[in-house]
């Protein structure tokens, strides 16, 4: 009786406008899809699980495309090893959320790279510049979209998992957790590396204390406000794109910068005490960023706010 409550006062809240937008979703939902899966179970039978064969041959046939071209000319911005894992994570994403979530991807890795470049000067000279000239690795794309990968299969299988009015807002929460977890990972990049190129006075999240800039866990005014400027841009990108409503726009920017506030306290705190590697951090950030998406979603529309 709890369980039916909670979700029946959570699904009234995405009335309207985010049932409609259903018809968009990149996991090919539609209004009353389920009612064929009302009774489906696990175990989860072939046919809840397909994808379309037409989107899985689009996919492999672009990425191989892709892999040609990055094995070639991408050492810049990828490692070898980096661009089989890029395009491995390419084909899991426009399988699962369509080219709607593959393009948001593509759009952080398109701003990462920029900014990666600016100050490049300055931030050699003071250390601070990315390993192996900017170009990422198979550890950097998993660290930086592990979580945002978790969300969109939980999107793609949702009707399979879940029936009725709770395979809707599973797929919903999905897409709200994918789009929140690459505006994370946005403004992580774009602050960090606006930070150590521009930053006047850097401090760590923890005590406050003035740093140099390229501390672990040390923020910068310049370098946050940058990487706000990333956030919002990705989270309108999200909406324009038919991840998320127009009201969740908020919701993506404010859990990013939770998120990365936490990032900052892990990183100057904990970082080097227990060991954890970048990417272990990356996740970590990327994960909250989730985290702290669904639960303001659950509580504004739990609250009836703007929901």
Known sequence: ???????GSLGSGFAGLRLRRLRCTPSGLRPGHNKTRQNRRLPISPQALLVPVSRVAIALVIHAGLWGVGWKYGER?????GVVHACALGVLLW????????SLAAAFFIIGQLVTK???????????????????GPE??????????ICALVTLFSPALFSGQAA?????????????????KTFDTVSSEIGKAYGKTTVRVSNFEVVPRGTEGAVSLEGTLAGLAGAVLISVFAWYAFLIPYLDI???????FLANWVEGIVGSSFQEKIGLTNEAVNVINTASGVAFAIAIRV???MLNVFY
Not at 1 to 7: A, D, E, K
Not at 118 to 136: F, L, N, P, Q
Not at 168 to 184: D, H, I, K, N, R
């Open 299 to 301: 509580l504004l529309t």
């Open 168 to 184: 809707g807002l599973v797929a919903l929460f999905g897409q709200l957790g994918y789009s929140s977890a690459v505006a994370t």
């Open 250 to 256: 908020p919701v993506c920017i404010v859990a990013a």
């Open 1 to 7: 009786m709890i369980r039916t409550g909670f979700v």
């Open 95 to 102: 399988c699962s959320m369509g080219f709607s979530g593959w």
């Open 140 to 149: 950097n794309v998993w660290g930086a979209a592990g979580p945002a990968a």
């Open 118 to 136: 600016v100050g490049k000067e300055i931030k050699e000279k003071e250390g601070t510049s990315e390993k192996r000239g900017g170009a990422r």
């Open 77 to 81: 911005f990828l490692t070898k090893a």
